[in-house]
């Protein structure tokens, strides 16, 4: 269907481009294999060039960008169905308690849901069910809207099985989402406000790991969709380029244009389900395999072995003397935590959105600006890398502020990833 010098072919609706070779999306080296990655080429387009309109369902381009938004389209469209289905059930259940009729074999049983039926009865029009409903269990599975969720997302070859390791490690963070469905989801929210590619800076605040910078990754989606990107961060993901950097970036912005974004700690998973590290080019010994994050690993064990203060600061290693000297009052809650990796990059993510925070309240151009910052998850080879929304807000403010003025601020977290807050609340 389409001409070009790499063959595609579809397998569930998903575009997958069979190239000469197997190429790790960590370390980018290549065995000499063919194999079909599971993620579609970068789409080279012009700055310039006015972005496509969008057209019905049926006559969507056959590109990279035009199939997920299809496959995307398709899969909200499945959840919806599900959704309604499930309400309805939940209404000739409530409607059966009442009349005393039998209800429907849909319905849940009457002993789990007759105390929530009225209440949910009355929360159709939500997207999100009463507090303590849990009658999705005893529906068919399918009708369960965060396993449905996880299950499209698998199918996609976006995520691991729910029944594998791998992704019960993944619900640590209940909103992950794929890094394909985030790139997209903030893409409509912010168009939608007008924030469009060929007027935006894109620039990231993330470990400079090549793990964050693969096909799969969120900086390369976004890095696909926005353009070239701009480097602010170090080590552990902080804005180590700080006002100057940061200013330098909000220069090239045009007029009349935005500034995008992206921050936050990243963390590995491995097949096996272990937090804190990441196998490369397949390598079997996960246990003794590189840490993801390697640089907050390392501080985060140091603060525990008392290896921080100043008296331990290295002049020729400034970036880790900063993430001692944030941790260090942390250590010990994060030590306590259920899950101390997951704690330490939820941590870390603080403690980036509070510099980067500072940075960005000294002002930035009169440009709008949009900050989008969670916690990078690193998925072993095969599946896309996962996020965590924490933080997605749209700042503006006038070219010469008044003094002491704050931007004006829109969140745009719950809008944009709605269903991942769905997701996390089931």
């Known amino acids: 269907r389409v001409s070009r010098a790499s063959s595609w072919t579809a397998s569930g609706g998903v575009a997958r481009e069979v190239q000469g070779g197997s190429s790790c999306s960590r370390c980018g080296s290549n065995d000499g294999s063919s194999m079909s990655s599971l993620a579609p080429a970068p789409v080279t387009t012009p700055r310039s060039m006015p972005r496509p309109q969008p057209v019905p369902v049926g006559c969507v381009p056959i590109t990279p960008t035009g199939r997920t938004a299809q496959v995307a389209s398709f899969a ?10 499930h309400r309805a059930a939940i209404m000739q259940e409530a409607a059966g308690t009442r009349s005393g009729t039998t209800p429907s074999a849909l319905s849940p049983p009457a002993s789990v849901c007759a105390p929530h039926g009225e209440a949910c009865a009355a929360s159709l029009g939500s997207a999100v069910y009463p507090p303590g409903h849990r009658c999705g269990a005893n529906l068919p599975e399918a009708a369960s809207t965060p396993a449905l969720a996880r299950e499209v997302f698998s199918w996609l070859g976006w995520s691991p099985a729910q029944s594998s390791a791998c992704s019960q490690a993944l619900d640590t963070f ?7 469905a985030v790139a997209s989801r903030a893409a ?17 605040s993330i470990c400079p790991e090549e793990v964050n910078f693969g096909r799969a990754s969120l900086a390369g989606r976004l890095r696909q969709h926005w353009g070239e ?3 602010l961060g170090g080590i552990g993901g902080a804005p180590f380029a700080g006002r100057t950097g940061f200013r330098t970036v909000a220069a090239k912005v045009p007029e009349g244009g935005s500034l995008l974004l992206l921050f936050g700690p990243h963390i590995g998973i491995t097949e096996a ?6 196998p490369c080019c397949g390598a079997a010994d996960v246990a003794s395999g590189p840490w993801a994050c390697a640089a907050l690993a390392e501080a985060y064990e140091q603060c525990l072995q008392g290896l921080c203060g100043s008296e331990h600061e290295d002049p020729a290693d400034l970036h880790a003397n900063w993430l001692r000297a944030q941790l260090a009052p942390r250590a010990a809650s994060i030590c306590g935590a259920r899950c ?14 509070d510099q980067l ?8 151009g009169g440009c709008r600006l949009a900050l989008l910052g969670g ?36 969140d745009l977290l719950e809008e944009a990833f709605e269903f991942a807050f769905t997701v996390g609340a089931g």
């Not at 909200?76 to 289905?85: P, Q, S």
């Not at 209940?174 to 394909?180: D, E, N, V």
């Not at 101390?340 to 959105?353: D, H, I, K, N």
């Open 273 to 278: 389900g272990q937090l804190g590290r990441i």
């Open 174 to 180: 209940h909103r992950a989402l794929p890094s394909s």
């Open 340 to 353: 101390p990796m997951a704690e330490l990059a939820l941590q870390a993510y603080e403690v980036v959105r």
């Open 357 to 364: 925070s500072a940075i960005v309240d000294s002002g930035f």
């Open 188 to 204: 409509i929210a912010l168009e939608a406000r007008g924030v469009l590619p060929s007027t935006t800076v894109f620039a990231h």
């Open 76 to 85: 909200a469209a499945e959840l919806a169905k599900l959704r309604a289905a």
């Open 229 to 231: 990107a701009h480097a």
């Open 375 to 410: 916690v990078h998850v690193n998925m072993p080879d095969g599946f896309e890398e996962h996020f965590v929304p924490l933080f997605f807000e749209l700042l503006s403010q006038p070219a010469s502020p008044v003094a002491g003025s704050p931007p004006a601020r829109e």
